[in-house]
């Protein structure tokens, strides 16, 4: 089953803009993670963010958790074109010792020229 | 360091046949995921391994899919008989053992079937 939903589904903006996308989950989580998937290609990751951790900086991309709402936002500044991918962001738990990632339903995000 | 290795990339058969993919995780990685994505969906975990050991297979069809890591290090994931809605790219992936640990896929494998 999926445990986050990613809004919006999809999001088209010009090169140059700011590109938001959120995250929202139903159970307790030990950690989130936001992955890039370009079209036809496997997962990249791009960001881990802890539950004791509110906002986490890498490069272009910000990213923010609220616990209490269950809730996260992936930000890329400055978009290009080379970011149009989908982004999924995936809620970590832990299991026997491993870490298991549950994902959400993903956001097209399209940069144009 | 390599990535996680999967094949093969593509794969068409028909219905009720029989097909097998192969994972070879980043080395030094316990933990290897079966993940299935269905187009349009986010990835579905279907297994999960700590080394040889399964810790989580809730959600894999066990009445035609298997999956094994012998030794603990590659992987082998096995649909039989297959159906239509099989059809999805079959991603492995990787992470250290622990919780917290980032996890790395591979480039997946696409399953067509006809």
């Known amino acids: 089953s999926q445990q986050g939903e990613e809004d919006p589904q999809a999001l088209s903006i010009q090169e140059g803009e700011n590109a938001t996308m959120n995250c929202s989950y139903k159970?307790?989580?030990?950690?989130l993670q936001w992955y890039r998937q370009n079209s036809g290609r496997g997962l990249v990751h791009l960001i881990l963010?802890?539950?004791?951790?509110r906002e986490k900086h890498s490069g272009r991309l910000r990213v923010t958790l609220d616990t209490s709402k269950k809730s996260s936002s992936l930000l890329i500044t400055a978009s290009r074109a080379a970011d149009t991918a989908s982004y999924f962001c995936?809620?970590?738990?832990?299991?026997?010792?491993?870490?298991?990632?549950?994902f959400g339903t993903g956001t097209q995000l399209k940069v144009e020229l | 360091e390599a990535g996680v290795a999967q094949s093969p990339r593509y794969k068409i058969i028909e219905k009720r046949q029989s097909v097998a993919f192969w994972c070879n995780p980043i080395?030094?990685?316990?933990?290897l995921y079966w993940y299935q994505q269905i187009l349009g969906q986010g990835p579905k975990l279907l297994i999960q391994?700590?080394?040889?050991?399964?810790?989580?297979d809730s959600q894999l069809p066990k009445d035609r899919f298997s999956a094994e890591r012998l030794k603990g290090v590659d992987s082998t994931l096995k649909i039989q008989p297959a159906k239509l809605e099989d059809s999805a790219v079959y991603l492995c992936?990787?992470?250290?053992?622990?919780?917290?640990?980032?996890?790395?896929f591979g480039e997946g494998s696409w399953l067509t079937v006809v």
């Open positions: 080395s030094g990685h316990a933990t």
């Open positions: 159970t307790s989580i030990n950690n």
């Open positions: 995936a809620t970590g738990g832990v299991t026997g010792g491993g870490n298991k990632l549950t």
């Open positions: 391994f700590q080394n040889n050991g399964v810790v989580d």
């Open positions: 992936a990787s992470s250290r053992r622990g919780a917290g640990n980032t996890i790395y």
């Open positions: 963010i802890r539950s004791n951790e």
